[in-house]
Structure formats: structure tokens, C-alpha cells
């Protein structure tokens, strides 16, 4: 028997009355187990598998591997799923995490995440309920982007990663992972049609918000507005990494 704390991140139909259950766990990481039986009418085990739960989960080896054993909730954030806004977000969120974390890495800095992304979402209903699909949509990049710099593809802007100097930083390269100066920018190798794809021009501003994003918990995002530059430099650096 292994006991661990997880969150259910998504759950699939598997043979008959099987399901295939997407855990990302405190002691584990991400975690694709078979939850035996879980699709028959009699299974005590359905409820506590819903997508967005936070659970006490007991696993169990056997020869064919390890399945799921039993499983508890221990929060179902219900205001989270009584609210479309709140779904339709938590779905965007989770439907990324889910394809870009790697399975059996644990990552305690990516669970807290996850959990206090649930609970934010789940104690501000109201506020996540008067959102505009426009702003849902800009604050899912948000929280994408928070999860890309937990995951390490964040970028240098304090210096050109050129050259180094700290001033005259208009423009950030995509594939050179940080902010460029004028000078570098302008050189011919950075200047050709190819390379040019790869820069963005930025400001102050976009790198200030950029900061504020990576400090700041889940409860001050919610207020942000939304910033097309901003979210347009998320969209980029998305794209760019082919996520």
C-alpha cells in the first residue's frame, strides 16, 4: 500500500468498467493509474474522482503495476464546479498542465500551484462569475504563463543576453531566452528575415507586468486587466516552444 496526497486532473473510460486516472501527487509527480471498476453504477469510488479534487489516494501493486487502491476527497471545491466561468478556466488550466508536465517528477512548487490555483478559484466564485470570455481567456495565458516559468522556460530581463549591458532593452529573443538591447538587435546576424520571426519588441511596462505575474499569487492575478501585448507576448512564447 502507498499513500499519498493528489489532484485529479482528468479521468478517461477504460475497457469495460475501468477508468484511466490522471493524478498529479505530492510524493510522485503526475500519475496515469487504472481505477478498477470505477464505472459500474455500484462504485463508491466515482465521486471521489471528479476532475479538480483534491484527495487522499492509496495505491495498490499488483502484477500488472500499480493501480488506484482507494481513493478519499478531502476538498471537492464545489463552488469551482456549480460555476461555468470557473469550469471552463479550471479546464484550460488543467488541459495544459496535464499535457506539458512529465509523469513521475515530483514538484512541490507544481502542486502547490495546482492546489492553491483550486482554491483561489473556488473562494472568489463571484469574481471569476462576472468575467467576460475575453478576460477568462487573457487570465488562462496568465496562469499558463506562471506555469511555464514553475516549469523553467522563463527568460532573462534584467541584462542582453548578448552583450550583457542593462539599458536600451526594447526587444526580447524567443529562441536566445532573454530581453536583446538596440545595439544587438540591430546587428546584422540578429537583423537577418529568419531571426527576425524570433524577436518581439517589448517596453518597460510588459516587463514590469511580466514580474508582477511571476511573484505574485493567484488572488492579486484575478484583478489584472487585460493587457493584448501582454497576451500577445504569452501567445508568442507559447507558439514558440510548440505548446
Sequence with gaps: MIRTKAIVLNRFPHKENDALIYFYTLDFGKLVLTARGARKQSSKLVAHLEPFNFVDLMMIKNKNGVSVGSVISQNSFLNLKNDYNSLLLSGKVFSFFNQ????????????????????????????????????????????????????????????????????????????????????????????????????????????????????????????????????????????????
Design 100 to 243: 506539458h508536465v512529465k509523469e513521475g517528477q515530483a514538484d512541490f512548487d507544481l502542486f502547490i500551484f495546482l492546489n492553491n490555483f483550486l482554491k483561489t478559484i473556488n473562494d472568489s466564485i463571484e469574481s471569476v462569475k462576472s468575467k467576460s470570455l475575453k478576460d477568462l481567456d487573457f487570465l488562462g495565458d496568465i496562469l499558463k504563463f506562471k506555469l511555464l516559468d514553475l516549469l523553467g522556460y522563463s527568460y532573462q530581463t534584467s541584462r542582453c543576453v548578448e552583450c550583457g549591458c542593462d539599458k536600451n532593452l526594447n526587444f526580447i529573443s524567443l529562441n536566445r531566452g532573454g530581453v536583446v538591447c538596440d545595439s544587438c538587435t540591430n546587428k546584422e546576424t540578429i537583423n537577418r528575415s529568419l531571426d527576425k520571426i524570433n524577436h518581439l519588441k517589448i517596453n518597460k511596462d510588459l516587463l514590469s507586468l511580466k514580474e508582477f505575474v511571476k511573484k505574485n499569487d493567484f488572488s492579486f492575478l484575478l484583478d489584472l486587466k487585460t493587457d493584448k501585448n501582454f497576451q500577445n507576448f504569452i501567445k508568442r512564447k507559447i507558439n514558440y516552444l510548440n505548446f
